[in-house]
């Protein structure tokens, strides 16, 4: 028998779940799903539904979908042009605040600094503020974070000017965290080629080089943890004339993560902290308790988007050859996951 690795219980904090609103994509109970298929335990939704999380009513509704839930759950609030004078009856019921400083998926965006100023001001310094903001307005959100000493993480990070600009900040003993995506670590610009309009995503895929750099920042302890930035959308949108940004990822993360530990890309050691112990301390946890994912680390294969949990069906790494398998994952003690079925019911998941 092959002796199986156990490692503990993924945690994402950065997934897009779609519910309520654009459930044609994802609902808390199908992306669920993919979360424990992928080894996820824990997510943290974002708040750029179409009916944006902006206040307590809509979060309250958010909490509402999530009851289907089948992995542990949290959320987020968003950002919007005036609502920092709400910021005192939602703090104590998310991780963070997102702010969205360029333009992406949803109707979220602040540009206007006036505006910033006050999300700065007003938001609690022991709870991070995450932004979506791109090269140049990477740079204005930690100027931002600096003046105002507030914890600010840093989605998405995907350029070597963006890891630059996060390592400076660092060094400067600013509170800066980040993360990096599967996405960015396993796909460069050459892709879009053969994938189309599936590889439209914010920030978009880039050079070899700075994929290199990603992989070099994961090793230097600058990136601080790796989430998937889950973007479900159907394949009919993505292959419309305007395709809208985003991929899935929950499910292909792990099994990308074990091949490039098998190719001494990364140890076990820090594969471990960037997706399960640093993302637990990001949102101020220890862990999810007594939750862990056996995985047969020799084992090779192909990802199928059949075989996928995800309600969109598809995925960029359809085709890919991997090597590590997750064979069983378990939640609170209680085996979830085994062979590929997720063996638990509707509504399993917690509040984190
Ligand atoms: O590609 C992306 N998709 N980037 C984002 O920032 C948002 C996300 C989405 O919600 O679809
Ligand atoms: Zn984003
Ligand atoms: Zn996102």
């Given at each position: 028998m092959t002796k199986l690795l156990k490692l503990p219980g993924?945690?994402?904090?950065?997934?897009?779940?779609?519910?309520?609103?654009?459930?044609?994509?994802?609902?808390?109970?199908?992306?669920?799903?993919?979360?424990?298929?992928?080894?996820?335990?824990?997510?943290?939704?974002?708040?750029?539904?179409?009916?944006?999380?902006?206040?307590?009513?809509?979060?309250?509704?958010?909490?509402?979908?999530?009851?289907?839930?089948?992995?542990?759950?949290?959320?987020?609030?968003?950002?919007?042009?005036?609502n920092w004078k709400d910021f005192r009856k939602v703090f104590s019921q998310v991780f963070g605040l997102k702010i969205y400083m360029n333009h992406t998926t949803g109707p979220l965006l602040v540009e206007d600094l006036a505006v910033l100023q006050q999300h700065f001001k007003n938001w609690p310094q022991s709870k991070p503020i995450l932004v979506h903001a791109e090269q140049d307005t990477l740079a204005k959100a930690i100027g931002l974070a600096a003046c105002w000493d507030k914890w600010l993480h840093v989605c998405h990070l995907a350029t070597s000017e963006e890891l630059e600009l996060v390592k400076k900040a660092k060094q400067k003993k600013i509170k800066v965290t980040c993360e990096v995506t599967p996405h960015h670590l396993f796909l460069t610009k050459d892709e879009v080629k053969t994938l189309g309009s599936l590889a439209v995503m914010r920030p978009p895929l880039q050079t070899r080089a700075d994929l290199?750099?990603?992989?070099?920042?994961?090793?230097?302890?600058?990136?601080?943890?790796?989430?998937?930035?889950?973007?479900?959308?159907?394949?009919?949108?993505?292959?419309?004339?305007?395709?809208?940004?985003?991929?899935?990822?929950?499910?292909t993360s792990l099994p990308?993560?074990?091949?490039?530990?098998?190719?001494?890309?990364?140890?076990?050691?820090k594969l471990i902290e960037l997706t399960s112990i640093n993302?637990?301390?990001?949102?101020?946890?220890?862990?999810?308790?007594n939750s862990w994912v056996e995985v047969d680390l020799n084992k090779k294969w192909?990802?199928?988007?059949?075989?996928?949990?995800?309600?969109?069906?598809?995925?960029?790494?359809?085709?890919?050859?991997?090597?590590?398998?997750?064979?069983?994952?378990?939640?609170?003690g209680k085996k979830v996951v085994e062979n590929g079925k997720i063996i638990v019911k509707k509504g399993f998941g917690k509040p984190l």
């Open positions: 993924l945690i994402d904090v950065h997934v897009h779940l779609r519910d309520p609103g654009a459930t044609q994509k994802e609902d808390f109970y199908t992306a669920s799903r993919a979360a424990l298929a992928g080894g996820v335990v824990g997510l943290v939704d974002m708040p750029n539904n179409p009916a944006p999380t902006i206040n307590l009513k809509r979060l309250v509704v958010k909490k509402q979908a999530a009851k289907k839930s089948v992995c542990d759950y949290g959320f987020y609030f968003g950002a919007n042009q005036e290199k750099s990603l992989w070099w920042g994961i090793n230097k302890g600058i990136v601080d943890l790796i989430a998937t930035d889950h973007a479900p959308h159907t394949l009919k949108e993505k292959q419309s004339s305007s395709p809208p940004n985003g991929i899935p990822g929950l499910e990308l993560l074990l091949t490039a530990l098998n190719e001494n890309k990364i140890t076990l050691k993302p637990a301390k990001f949102l101020g946890l220890k862990s999810v308790k192909i990802i199928e988007q059949k075989n996928l949990q995800t309600k969109c069906g598809w995925s960029a790494f359809h085709g890919r050859k991997v090597i590590g398998k997750i064979e069983r994952v378990f939640l609170r």
